[in-house]
């Protein structure tokens, strides 16, 4: 009989993790991926959506596309998990597994910050989009970039937001008349490289962008137009950009499967106190941030576990805990970090290359060969 693993969500953990599953086995294994959605779209592409590089149709992968031999995709919402028995109910009936990979993300907590729900963010592609049209008849004003809390999907992207705004009202010729602020939940822009970080502060000073650090933002007054950050000081705005606080699905909570609002794990293995029980990426306490190129990295230390178990072979342990995040600096130019979490006893480190054009080519093709890898395209 054909054992059954059975991957919860469909980002980028869950996708790497298939494939290297059907590609180990074929159609000798029955690995189904379960998500509420019909389709998967990079977290980078929301902010070239944002401003007008591309549109919403283009960026989206449908899951009907994920043809691989022993992998099915199905679009249901799941309701309860039970991880004990492996067993996931969802709107269309119960799923059981001999494996069970719970890689859900993590789901924006709008009544965190009291008025988020009210305003305008760009962590979602829907909220992308309506930026994208406010900006189209912005002509002058306050712009502020702020997060609701930490962690943060994506911890660059808010930066990026900052220096692409730059670039987008420089091109259209009303810098001059408006004022770009960034607040962020932590002490430097990319804590991990210290060189990163000073790359940035110095980026945001040359164009002139205010930058404040280690502050949270506690709420928005939507019909004032301003926000509140977490030592009282008032911020007001024209055009809101904000960054929703996150936590795991509340049906993870509802499990028995969350402490302090993630699924803790082994970091190197990704195993839970659950026998037969993964989790990876932003719903688990991985001892990495929750970004998907992470996401990625552990779900491929998953994969090689199963696929060393399910051939009776020594388990590896290869969770590295390193990862590249490509940032944008603005003027068409982008800079790299490789960041290790788990190598140094003193902490985490990063490795920063500076930004340029040829930088830009490296993302477009760690974009076009997960979209290869993944969809067939």
Not at 38 to 65: E, Q, W
């Amino acid at each position: 009989m054909k054992k059954r693993i059975l991957i919860l969500g469909a980002g980028f953990g869950r996708l790497e993790l298939s494939t290297m599953l059907s590609e180990a086995f074929g159609d000798d294994i029955a690995v189904t991926l379960i998500d509420k959605g019909d389709a998967f779209y990079f977290g980078f592409s929301k902010l070239d959506v944002m401003f007008g590089h591309t549109t919403r149709d283009a960026v989206l992968l449908p899951y009907r596309n994920i043809l691989k031999p022993g992998v099915r995709f199905l679009q249901e919402t799941i309701s309860s998990i039970d991880p004990v028995a492996r067993r996931v109910t969802t709107n269309r009936g119960t799923h059981e597994a001999d494996f069970l990979v719970v890689a859900l993300g993590a789901d924006y907590d709008f009544a965190a910050t009291p008025g988020m729900a009210e305003a305008t963010e760009f962590y979602t592609l829907e909220g992308a989009t309506r930026l994208g049209e406010m900006l189209k008849t912005f002509n002058k004003g306050r712009v502020l970039i702020a997060v609701g809390g930490a962690p943060f999907k994506c911890p660059p992207a808010p930066s990026e937001a900052a220096l692409m705004m730059h670039d987008h009202l420089t091109t259209r010729g009303i810098r001059s008349a408006c004022e770009i602020t960034l607040i962020l939940p932590l002490e430097t822009p990319v804590p991990p490289s210290p060189e990163t970080s000073r790359a940035l502060l110095a980026a945001f000073a040359e164009r002139n962008i205010t930058f404040i650090a280690d502050r949270e933002l506690k709420s928005i007054d939507v019909p004032r137009r301003v926000a509140t950050i977490d030592d009282g000081r008032e911020f007001p705005y024209d055009l809101f950009l904000g960054v929703p606080a996150i936590r795991a699905p509340q049906m993870l909570e509802a499990s028995g499967m969350t402490e302090n609002k993630y699924i803790p794990v082994s970091p190197k293995t990704l195993e839970t106190r659950f026998p037969d029980v993964y989790a990876v990426g932003d719903c688990a306490k991985q001892g990495t941030p929750k970004a998907g190129v992470f996401a990625e990295g552990a779900a491929r230390a998953v994969a090689r576990a199963l696929i060393a178990r399910l051939r009776n072979e020594e388990v590896p342990v290869t969770h590295k805990g390193t990862g590249s995040c490509y940032i944008e600096f603005g003027a068409g130019r982008i800079g790299r970090v490789d960041v290790d979490f788990f190598s140094d006893p003193d902490g985490p480190t990063g490795t920063y290359y500076e930004p340029s054009v040829a930088l830009r080519v490296d993302k477009e093709h760690f974009g076009s060969s997960r979209r290869a890898r993944w969809f067939g395209m």
